[in-house]
């Protein structure tokens, strides 16, 4: 009798296509179950030291639909996908995907059973084109084991098409706006055949027509019988694409139920125990002198010829949208660009910036936009965090450094912040978003700044977190500082700034006072050179 002999190549290929039609045929058989549930997650605690996160929560997830996993900051929300991608180990508890019981997940594991996860930190490679990113670790080898660049192309060129997304799988990924970067994430999701898609704040980095798009996306995978776990603290989007909320409070399990039946409100009342009656907290004062100013400011191409005041007892706020040179601004400030031309003036005398130790001695502080990259060192703990800008208030007469005013003035930003941890000596990057802000907001405010600039303050911070920082802007502005930020959200800008100043490609195209300021104009305003293009 004959013996075939099957290449090693074509044998696992058929080992893998032949495990690929089993698990699918167990996932259809699943998703025709009368309940539906896909992801059944049952009584799952977990703790870290000194911090328990995850007490006894339950999660249920249906095919074809988007549910919302909500909550504050710390809540708990981030914690419960990792452990269901894999990522985290649970200490109790049951899970079962499809039906079946999974002990020991892996993020291989995870990958296998069909979860993929998207990060609000994108995790891409941006030396590599969009076709190598969407198959790293998995890619397709040719003849002679050597790399199949054109199937890798063929194949993500199929998955963009599918997904009705304009990209060459050629493009390098570094070259990609944020929003398309998204895209590549989804599109390398769904090249493992992933059923559950767990999405982390999505939609952080991106402007009103690019979170359309994703929407737009996102109801294409439901209607395809996907699962999508959506985690946003932007809870206005909810009303667009989500099926039923599921809202944790504190690493315990509150609430599950379809969102037409619930407010907004009543999920704000679940998320932080109590009511918010006032979600853009204002107040009132008397508009003093001119503290600080910038005049016919240029650096590079994103910022020209900008003009600014801010008086004390005021909040200003920049509005425009991605790419108006709002951030740029802020950073040539601050000293984080160099200047091509421009002067800057505090209390009356020009002062000079040309690097950021200048702007803090001056007293004129940033909390840029990325927290993470630029406002933390994330393997430091809270307590040197809040010291390291501050060594020379902390340090004594020989220069070493004094451990009791560390500790005063870290104690002391904990507790007028509301910072929630086990101790001052944990890990920066152990926090939740909205601690973590606190924290970069914390070290500006020992030094007693004349000028604070906040650059996105509220991005990927739940509601009650988001009023905590709207607080202490205002209590900036009841002491005399100057207080300047920058937004994305409109209903942000209208609901927390005495007055309004608007960019569009690099220049300042309006300012108005906030009573008449409507989002109408604002926009209006903003969109200046995208009409003189048209008109063109």
């Not at 690099?506 to 293009?533: P, S």
Request: proline share 3%; with cysteine; net charge positive.
């Amino acid at each position: 009798m004959m013996r075939v002999i099957i290449p090693i190549n074509l044998k696992r290929s058929l080992q893998i296509r032949l495990w690929r039609r089993r698990r699918r045929e167990a996932q259809v058989a699943m998703e025709n179950r009368k309940d539906g549930y896909i992801v059944e997650m049952e009584n799952i605690s977990k703790q870290f030291p000194g911090v328990k996160a995850l007490d006894n929560v339950s999660f249920h997830l249906r095919s074809g639909e988007v549910m919302a996993l909500l909550g504050e900051n710390g809540a708990g929300k981030s914690t419960l996908m990792k452990i269901l991608s894999g990522v985290y180990p649970k200490d109790s508890g049951t899970i079962r995907v499809f039906g079946e019981t999974v002990e020991a997940l892996t993020p291989k594991k995870a990958q296998e059973l069909g979860i993929a996860i998207i990060h609000q930190e994108l995790n891409l490679c941006p030396h590599l084109s969009v076709a190598e990113n969407i198959f790293l670790g998995r890619e397709k080898i040719g003849a002679l084991r050597r790399l199949s660049q054109r199937e890798m192309n063929r194949e993500a060129a199929k998955i963009l098409d599918n997904l009705r997304i304009d990209l060459s799988p050629t493009t390098m990924v570094g070259n990609l706006q944020v929003s398309k970067q998204q895209m590549v994430e989804i599109a390398k999701a769904l090249s493992t055949d992933a059923r559950v898609l767990i999405m982390d704040e999505p939609t952080s980095a991106l402007t009103a027509k690019e979170i359309e798009e994703l929407f737009r996306i996102i109801r294409q995978l439901r209607d395809e019988g996907r699962g999508i776990v959506y985690i946003s603290h932007r809870l206005e989007e909810l009303q667009h694409i989500v099926d039923r909320v599921t809202i944790l409070r504190d690493g315990q399990f509150v609430a599950e139920m379809p969102f037409k039946d619930v407010t907004l409100n009543e999920i704000i009342s679940h998320m932080v125990g109590r009511e918010i009656k006032e979600k853009f907290p204002r107040v009132t004062c008397p508009v003093g002198k001119k503290i600080f100013e910038v005049k016919h400011l240029n650096a590079g191409r994103m910022v020209r010829d900008v003009s600014l005041e801010l008086r004390e007892g005021e909040i200003v706020g920049i509005a425009g949208l991605m790419g108006a040179g709002r951030t740029e601004t802020t950073r040539a400030i601050f000293g984080i660009d160099r200047k091509d031309s421009g002067e800057i003036i505090l209390d009356g005398k020009p002062i000079s910036i040309n690097k950021p130790i200048d702007a803090i001695r001056s007293g004129i502080v940033l909390v840029p936009e990325d927290r993470k990259r630029d406002g933390l060192c994330t393997k430091l703990s809270i307590r040197d965090n809040i010291a390291l800008p501050n060594l020379d208030i902390v340090s004594g007469p020989l220069t070493t450094v004094n451990m009791r005013k560390v500790n005063r003035m870290s104690g002391e930003a904990v507790k007028n912040l509301q910072i929630k941890l086990p101790n001052t000596l944990v890990d920066a990057g152990s926090l939740s978003g909205g601690n973590q802000q606190k924290v970069v907001v914390g070290k500006w405010l020992a030094r007693n700044s004349r000028v604070v600039i906040f650059d996105e303050p509220t991005r990927g911070i739940d509601v009650a977190a988001k009023v905590e920082i709207y607080h202490l802007m205002n209590r900036l502005k009841q002491n005399g500082i100057g207080v300047l930020f920058v937004s994305s959200e409109m209903p942000e800008i209208l609901g927390i700034s005495d007055r309004i100043i608007v960019m569009c490609d690099g220049r300042i195209t309006g300012e108005m006072d906030v009573k008449e300021a409507t989002q109408e104009h604002i926009l209006e305003l903003a969109t200046q050179f995208e009409k003189k293009i048209q008109t063109a």
